[in-house]
């Protein structure tokens, strides 16, 4: 009974959130030099790519805005899924819940699929840095890739960042694919077929990856090192191992904007705000690679056993997804 209650009001607020939020889902506003605008991601403020917006780009917004027009904007935060979760960012920028909007395209990897394409070269660059300028490019180059967000999704793309190397954390010891027969591992989605013939493929998403790997959902996670941290999933399965398996980098963090509130607004404020989008891609990436080695760090603290995968067992596995 306790939990049916509890659960109905969850329901309750999140669908008091969602009718409220309906009601104003318009473009940011203007009174006379006052520019007020929503941005927002499904994961909390602690996740790196998060961080970088609220903590990066949102104050350099600001500051550049009030020096270098004669408005001043604010920013309404909305973060940990308070307006949107993370399988529903896009949409919400789409139906203008946010004015802009961070997250991961491995929960849209039906309509941002194009974006996803780091993840289909597992085994690639692991360094954050050094990948997210590699894509950045390609998109520029090739903007057909994200073209589907203007056409279809009324939203522009206007940052590019990333987490940083993949790798997988997990309850139980293991040395090379075949060893993870039978088990099941956690992962976001796209990513998930890297261990199909070997493991059992589970979708997760970061706010639940805890309770998964407690209740036994997932014996391992394929994530990063500092969010396996500060998610204490380390905790849940007692330790562990960390492995670095160097997946690689995968650069799926977008920062998106409503096209309504790009119309809205004026000139010499949206040509800051593009800048800054473009600042944001690469401030994501130089904390991300950071964060790695500070998440490597920090689980060998806690007791969590890491070490890396062989070049043989990294060379194998990667020779059973060629055909993928």
């Known amino acids: 009974m306790k939990t049916m209650i509890k659960t109905a009001g969850i329901l309750g607020v999140a669908a008091a959130a969602a009718m409220t939020f309906g009601s104003i889902a318009e473009a940011a506003s203007i009174k006379g030099n006052n520019i007020t605008m929503r941005i927002g991601s499904g994961h909390p403020p602690f996740i790196t790519y998060v961080k970088a917006a609220s903590k990066s780009f949102v104050p350099a917004v600001k500051k550049r805005v009030a020096a270098e027009t004669k408005y001043k904007i604010d920013f309404k935060e909305h973060y940990a899924g308070t307006v949107v979760g993370v399988f529903d960012t896009l949409e919400g920028v789409q139906d203008g819940r946010l004015d802009i909007g961070a997250f991961c395209v491995c929960f849209d990897d039906d309509k941002a699929m194009a974006m996803n ?74 990513n998930l077929p890297w261990v199909v013939g070997g493991g059992i493929p589970v979708r997760m998403t970061i706010p639940k990856a805890a ?114």
């Open 117 to 190: 394409l780091t993840y289909y070269v597992p085994f690639h660059e692991p360094n954050a840095i050094k990948n997210q300028k590699i894509f950045y490019a390609l998109v520029k180059k090739h903007p057909s890739l994200q073209q589907d967000y203007s056409k279809r999704y009324k939203q522009t793309l206007i940052g590019i960042a990333g987490f940083n190397n993949y790798g997988i954390l997990s309850s139980f010891d293991w040395k090379k694919f075949e060893d993870l027969k039978g088990r099941k591992i956690l992962a976001a989605g796209p």
């Open 211 to 324: 309770q998964q790997m407690q209740t036994g959902v997932g014996e391992a996670v394929i994530l990063f090192p500092d969010t396996d941290f500060k998610l204490k999933l380390h905790e849940a399965i007692k330790g562990g191992y960390y492995t670095v398996t160097d997946f690689g980098a995968v650069v799926q963090i977008n920062l998106n904007m409503n096209n309504k509130t790009r119309k809205k607004l004026p000139p010499e404020v949206l040509k800051i705000i593009d800048e800054e989008g473009i600042k944001y891609g690469l401030t994501g990436a130089a904390w991300s690679q950071k964060d790695h080695q500070w998440g490597l760090d920090q689980l060998a603290k806690a007791g969590t056993k890491v070490r890396n995968i062989t070049p043989a067992a990294k060379k194998a596995w990667a020779e059973k997804l060629a055909s993928w």
